[in-house]
């Protein structure tokens, strides 16, 4: 949302999204983290639950074993650590935004790679769509044994 409301003050061809666009697709990678909020609407705060949660869900959208069936992943997700001494004020401001506490603890990031801009159909939706129920199945599965 930062990189929308920035580019509306700016010419076209100076706005972010438009150098996004000229890099291709195969250069760009979203990182990002999940978190949950409970039924009374506060958030999760363990960097610790929330990390148990993203390792489940990229299990799930990847293939880590050669008992996997890749052509039955719908989308797949890599992870990476975040942690204190590589990236300092960048993951405290991270683990800040998600509701978390900044404890010394590193934080599980979720990765894709946008492979193709132009897919067809309602490709988007599908993903989308898919991403939510896993996370939904994997919160589902998470919480009962996060809150004993």
């Known amino acids: 949302m930062e990189i929308v409301e920035h580019d509306k003050r700016l010419d076209p061809k100076h706005k972010t999204t438009t150098l996004l666009r000229a890099l291709g697709s ?8 999940l978190n949950w909020r409970y039924s009374d609407g506060r958030h999760n ?21 050669v008992h996997d069936k890749p052509t039955q992943i719908p ?4 992870s990476t650590t975040f942690t204190h001494d590589l990236y300092g004020k960048c993951v405290a401001k991270f683990k800040q935004r998600l509701g978390l506490e900044d404890s010394d603890e590193g934080l599980v990031v979720l990765r894709n790679t946008v492979m193709s801009p132009f897919a067809s ?14 996370v939904q199945e994997e919160v589902k599965v998470s919480l009962p044994k996060l809150q004993h």
């Open 75 to 78: 989308l797949y997700l890599t």
């Open 45 to 65: 705060t363990s960097v610790h639950e929330a990390n148990y949660l993203m390792t489940r869900v990229v299990q799930r959208l990847s293939v880590d074993s």
């Open 121 to 134: 159909g309602d490709f988007v939706n599908m993903v989308g769509t898919t991403f939510r129920k896993i």
């Open 26 to 33: 195969d250069l760009k990678v979203n990182a990002f983290a």
